[in-house]
C-alpha cells in the first residue's frame, strides 16, 4: 500500500503520474523503463505495464526527493536518460564482464531474512590480489560495467508488486577478508570508487536498505575516511563497519553460519544464485536492442 503522510504528498504523487507520458516523450527520448519496469501506460510493449508496480516506483522516485515536484521532475530525466545511455540492463543481463570481476560478486535471496535483507549483494572486495586486474589501466571502466550488472541483477530480485515493503529495498554487504594491509589507494581504484558511489547516489534511489563492511582491519580505517567525504548524508546512515565478519549474524540472522555468524549452514557459495532472469520488460527491451542492432 502507497503511504502518503498527507494531502500535499498524495497530490504530487498524482501530478508526477499525470506528466509522467509528456516528460518521458519530450525529455527522456521515450525511455519509460525504471529498475526493469515500464513507468507509463501504452506505447511499445504496453502488454507490460503493470499500475501497481509503477505506482509503487513513481511513489519511490517521490519520496527519495521529499515530495518536491520540481525535484522529482529533474531526477526522473536525469535517471531515465541515463539507463537509455549506459543500458544497465545490458551490463546485467547481457554482458560477459570476465571471471576475474564475476568471482566476487554474489547475490542471495533468502524469504527467512528479516525485511529488506532478503536480496543481498556480496562484493567480496578483500579477494582482489592484484589490483591492476581490476583497476588497472583501462580496465576501470570495465569494471564499472561488471558492478552496475550486478546492481541491476540485485533490484531485479526485489518486489514491488507485493502490498508489504519488505522485499522492496535490498541490503549490500562488503567483505574486504584477505585485503592486504599494504593495500595502497592509485588514482584508478579511487576513481572507480568514485564514481561507482555517484551512479548509485544519483541513478539508484530508493534501493539500498544497509550496507555492511565486514572484516574490515583497523589499520584500513583511513579508507572509510577518504570514501566517506564523497557520500550524502542519507546513505551514509545505512553504513556498518565490523571489524569481525561473524557479527554479522547480529544484523542479519539467517545469513551464513560459517564466516558470517548466522544461523544458516549452507555457506555463501551454495547459497549463491546462479542466475537471475531479467524482468520480462526487461528482456523485451533487450530483445529489441539486438532486433534493431541486427536490423
Ligand atoms: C581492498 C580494498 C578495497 C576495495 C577494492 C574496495 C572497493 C570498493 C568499491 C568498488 C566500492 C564502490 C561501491 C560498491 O562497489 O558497492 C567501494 C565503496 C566503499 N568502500 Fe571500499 N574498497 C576497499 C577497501 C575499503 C575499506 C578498508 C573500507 C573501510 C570500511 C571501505 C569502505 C567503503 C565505503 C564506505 C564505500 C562506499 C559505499 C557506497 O557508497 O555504497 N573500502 N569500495
Known amino acids: ?22 516528460i518521458i516523450k519530450t525529455k527522456c527520448q521515450n525511455y519509460d523503463e525504471f529498475y526493469g519496469h515500464k513507468l507509463i501506460r501504452g506505447g511499445n510493449g504496453s502488454e507490460y505495464y ?6 509503487k516506483l513513481i511513489h519511490k522516485l517521490c519520496k527519495a526527493y521529499q515530495f518536491n515536484e520540481t525535484e522529482i521532475r529533474q531526477k526522473i530525466i536525469k535517471i531515465l536518460n541515463w539507463r537509455k545511455d549506459f543500458n544497465p540492463l545490458s551490463a546485467g543481463f547481457l554482458e560477459q564482464h570476465g571471471e576475474e570481476f564475476e568471482k566476487i560478486g554474489i547475490l542471495t ?6 525485511a529488506n535483507k532478503k536480496t543481498i549483494t556480496w562484493n ?10 581490476i583497476f588497472g589501466n583501462g580496465k576501470a571502466e570495465k569494471f564499472i560495467r561488471y558492478r552496475i550488472g ?4 540485485g533490484i531485479n530480485l526485489l518486489d514491488f508488486d507485493n502490498d ?18 599494504i593495500f595502497g589507494m592509485n588514482s584508478e581504484m579511487k576513481s572507480s570508487i568514485k564514481e561507482i558511489v555517484s551512479i548509485f547516489q544519483e541513478y539508484y534511489p530508493e534501493s539500498l536498505y544497509a550496507k555492511y563492511f565486514v572484516n574490515v582491519p583497523n589499520i584500513l580505517g583511513w ?33 551464513p553460519q560459517k564466516d558470517y555468524g548466522g544461523t544458516d549452514k549452507k555457506t555463501l557459495k551454495e547459497q549463491a544464485l546462479q ?13 529489441q536492442q539486438s532486433t534493431q542492432e541486427i536490423d
Open 109 to 114: 535471496k533468502n524469504e527467512a531474512n528479516e
Open 1 to 22: 500500500m502507497l503511504v502518503f503522510k498527507d494531502d500535499n504528498e498524495k497530490k504530487v504523487f498524482n501530478d508526477i503520474k499525470t506528466q509522467l507520458p509528456d
Open 164 to 181: 508489504d515493503d519488505d522485499n522492496c529495498y535490498m541490503t549490500q554487504i562488503h567483505d574486504y577478508k584477505g585485503v592486504s594491509l
Open 275 to 287: 542466475k537471475v532472469r531479467p524482468t520480462d520488460y526487461g528482456l523485451f527491451l533487450l530483445q
Open 150 to 153: 550486478l546492481m541491476e541483477r
Open 124 to 133: 567480496l572486495y578483500g579477494q582482489i590480489k592484484d589490483k591492476s586486474k
Open 223 to 255: 579508507i572509510y575516511d577518504i570514501i566517506i567525504k564523497f557520500i550524502d548524508k542519507k546513505t551514509s546512515e545505512k553504513f556498518v563497519v565490523l571489524s569481525n565478519g561473524n557479527k554479522l549474524g547480529n544484523y542479519i540472522k539467517n545469513c
Open 50 to 55: 503493470n499500475e501497481d508496480i509503477a505506482n
